[in-house]
Nanobody
Framework: QVQLVESGGGLVQVGGSLRLSCKASGRTFSTRAMGWFRQAPGKEREFVAAISWSGDSSNYADSVKGRFTISRDNAKNTVYLQMNSLKPEDTAVYYC??????????????????WGQGTQVTVSS
């Protein structure tokens, strides 16, 4: 497993932007697909975006397509989530997660075996 630490959350107004970062420890980051998930109060954790270990493919939940962008910098052991045009319904705790080495990026929670502690994103109207 890898240790994951998210940062970059905060309070933002509707229509604003935030960039989340997830720093990974260890030497295997560059071989792992990464995902971002979120959990709003009273709701189940849901998929947001995922990126392949090489960074050449990604996929998104329909609710964030065209507004969010996932990227990674393997030299820095970091994955990012750029969030634009934020809406109140984007309010949630955001978690990054890692799959085992050389697996494809997926949208299912059970496919990920390492999780960060989460960072709060609040979008106010």
């Amino acid at each position: 497993q890898v240790q994951l630490v998210e940062s970059g959350g905060g309070l933002v107004q509707v229509g604003g932007s935030l960039r989340l970062s997830c720093k990974a420890s260890g030497r295997t980051f560059s071989t792992r697909a990464m995902g971002w998930f979120r959990q709003a109060p009273g709701k189940e954790r849901e998929f947001v975006a995922a990126i392949s270990w090489s960074g050449d493919s990604s996929n998104y939940a329909d609710s964030v397509k065209g507004r969010f962008t996932i990227s990674r910098d393997n030299a820095k052991n970091t994955v990012y989530l750029q969030m634009n045009s934020l809406k109140p319904e984007d309010t949630a705790v955001y978690y990054c997660a890692a799959r085992r080495s050389y697996f494809d990026p997926r949208s299912t929670l059970a496919d990920y075996n390492s999780w960060g502690q989460g960072t709060q994103v609040t979008v106010s109207s």
